[in-house]
């Protein structure tokens, strides 16, 4: 099938054009051009007047099934929050659940123009098929963490878990899903275990996820007990040698920053997350001027709560402004890049994040025939500050419509939300 | 007519029962009950099952017409941003732009929920009738500035708008629209002026709403000038006599705060604003801690970029926590008497901000059947966390509806746009 979406203002994220007014041709998954091509012959017109035409974008680390914690519990301290209040109802979490809940998180991503997440958490069979049914690109692990070194690791249950995963999903749903390993952190492993998971991931060429550098007393009891950040830590396990996406990053050090340029590590950058929880506020901008790649997350929903990538969008633009007293810092169309090209690159999509011809036409349109999009000056600006979740009407992935004007076309919302709502009951009573 | 809101969730803001879950009676402009009352008779039933109804939002401290600089310029050091790009477009203004602007921004606000705003701009008899014909409640000021003293200040044409604006339009719309005074800033007044101002606010018994200690440089410099911080010098001025709306706050003494809470004046918290020009992150924690009334407002849509006070709460929840490494400051409630209550306080609504019998009925409608609000645990956080503008279904001011299930029912949407738009391709020749 080949559609041509007409008249529209397109942000590109391609350096060399990076605004262009004029139409895109879709060719079955792949984008034909963007601008003008008279002798393109579509069996589908769509008018995009009045409506900014972008890549979709990538949520690049989240807890997807969280969504069913969604103000459970708030404005607690990290110690408290967890322990007293997270872990003990994700104990009673069964695979349906994460099945739901996966679902629910789908919709709202797509809802609010997200094409592809990097999802940790357990279960995960349930988040894959969600993945693979909504039509989303997604990577997926299961989160793997080890208190006591075993003489072999060879029976241990969750990376057997994440082994049974990658067998059954990698590659699933024409290539949408991918699974990377999950060392979950440096403060819930040995050593030992994360030389395991390296050599693993070394052995699949798989792509690792991890937290990294997330508080400040995650460093300090790193350095204490292993004289050695956590990045430096990881390294002398033998990570980052395949595509690493590491989330947080609040408190690199200096020598942390040369690693992660050394190695190309993917930053993950969670700033809702990130205050809520009362982490911290990562340099981003250091970062980012050092030349490493940040892309942009929302956490999980019980520690933001939402799914929102236009909110996380906003405050990376606004919040280094801010900190470091610098109005030029973190340019919208620098916020953009994080939530699209630089997404795409920490989730190892090749073909994704950038509108051009060979792309993947996976793309959102956001109307901004609204009162407060207007007047309409500056395409990057009005969209890292102005535009809201609510205003994509559309979702494309590979050349098919997840959403279209508003409407979900690959899940049934009705049945999922009644599905939650059902769990959400059950929840309730642990409060 | 008496309105029966039936089957909510309530919101009430009222300390002695915060959350209802039953129904609103409305008779006239007033609360009649809040929770059951089966003697009400009802001309109209309206079933909120599904529904959070909750006070409307007070947007304490905006400067309306800006919307039509919406993304004009962004990413800019101050100095650059003000006198390149704001001031020479500002100086082109007619009362006609300033009328449609308003109205562009009453649509907006109504859109996101909020039901007053206190205004500060030029030309603003175009305000004052966008508020009358908008059903909204409006504080409305003319920003005075002077640098030059003068024997008599009596013929100052700035003070004469002003006066002249206080005679026409204070009280107006049946009492929604107030006029205050306005000295813009300590740096842009001599200190001879500001002493005229104060003993006109004296007089005439008019609220003040003045910017005070929003950058680091404008404290600097008052204390090298006069020897004394914003906050000081306005005292010794006379002011803070009247009820008194202080913009901003980013850099109060502890001395400054001594004065806040001795004169009982009112903050206005611009967390995205002071983030977007870099004027850092006030300690709006410490002020409440302090017992000092702290409000919420968007500033303008030209260092915003929008009027969306759901932005401003979420900020305004996250940032004490994160900046303060305290997981508890500014709580999902707090958050919410900042946009309601407090902001009620801060303009003189006195029956404003808290549902309960004999208040006026100023309250929103907001949906939270959708799936980015499913499942549902805790109102105040769903609410803080969770819920967007673009939730808000219906707006109530004094028992009559200014939108109604997403239906802008006081002014023409459409040609307001319309207006805007042909003000926009004006203005976009001077980019």
Redesign the interface.
Same mark, same amino acid.
């Given at each position: 099938m080949n559609i041509l979406i007409k008249n529209a203002v397109i942000i590109t994220m391609d350096s060399e054009s990076p605004i262009v007014k004029g139409d895109i041709g879709i060719k079955g998954q792949t984008i034909s051009f963007v601008g003008k091509d008279n002798t393109f012959t579509p069996d589908r017109i769509i008018d995009a007047k009045g409506n900014i035409v972008m890549p979709g974008l990538v949520n690049a680390h989240t807890h997807t099934p969280m969504s069913?914690l969604?103000?459970?519990a708030?404005?607690?301290?990290?110690q408290q929050?967890l322990f007293d209040k997270i872990f003990p109802i994700e104990d009673t979490f069964t695979e349906d659940d994460i099945y739901w809940a996966s679902m629910?998180s789908c919709?709202?991503m797509i809802?609010?123009g997200t094409i592809a997440f990097a999802d940790m958490y357990f279960l995960n069979k349930g988040t894959a098929k969600a993945a693979i049914q909504s039509g989303m690109r997604a990577n997926i692990c299961r989160g793997l963490q080890c208190f006591e070194d075993k003489p072999s690791f060879e029976d241990d249950e969750r990376m057997c878990e994440a082994l049974e995963l990658y067998r059954e999903f990698d590659g699933s749903g024409d290539g949408r899903v991918k699974i990377d390993l999950s060392p979950h952190a440096v403060y819930t492993n040995t050593p030992k275990y994360l030389e395991y998971i390296a050599n693993m991931a070394g052995k699949l060429g798989a792509g690792v996820h991890t937290h990294i550098s997330e508080t400040?007393v995650e460093n300090e009891e790193c350095i204490k007990k292993h004289g050695m950040t956590p990045t430096a830590l990881l390294d002398s396990a033998g990570f980052f040698k395949t595509r690493t996406i590491a989330a947080h990053c609040v408190y690199l050090t200096d020598e942390d920053v040369n690693i992660f340029r050394e190695k190309d590590i993917n930053i993950v950058h969670n700033p809702?997350s @990130?205050?809520?929880?009362?982490?911290?506020?990562a340099p981003v901008g250091k970062y980012m001027q050092a030349g490493i790649n940040v892309a942009l997350g929302t956490d999980g929903a019980a520690s933001?709560? @939402?799914?929102?990538m236009f909110?996380e969008i906003?405050?990376a633009?606004?919040?280094q402004?801010?900190?470091?007293?610098?109005?030029?810092?973190i340019?919208?169309e620098d916020a953009l890049k994080m939530a699209t090209i630089n997404g795409a690159k920490a989730l190892g999509l090749k073909n994704t994040g950038v509108l051009k011809a060979g792309n993947n036409a996976d793309l959102i349109i956001i109307n901004i025939?609204k009162?407060?999009?207007?007047?309409?000056?500056?395409a990057h600006?009005?969209v890292a500050?102005?535009v809201?979740?609510?205003d994509v009407e559309s979702v494309m992935v590979g050349g098919k419509f997840l959403m279209e004007k508003g409407q979900i076309k690959t899940l049934d919302?009705e049945q999922?939300?009644y599905e939650?709502?059902k769990?959400?009951d059950r929840?309730?009573c642990h409060?």
């Open positions: 069913l969604r103000s459970y708030d404005d607690l301290n990290l929050w629910l919709v709202e809802q609010s400040f809702t @990130n205050l809520k929880l009362a982490s911290g506020i933001n709560n @939402n799914l929102n909110e906003h405050l633009a606004l919040l402004k801010g900190v470091n007293k610098n109005p030029t810092d340019s919208a025939d009162p407060h999009l207007t007047p309409y000056y500056n600006a009005l500050y102005s809201q979740a609510s919302v999922i939300t939650i709502k769990k959400g929840i309730r409060m």
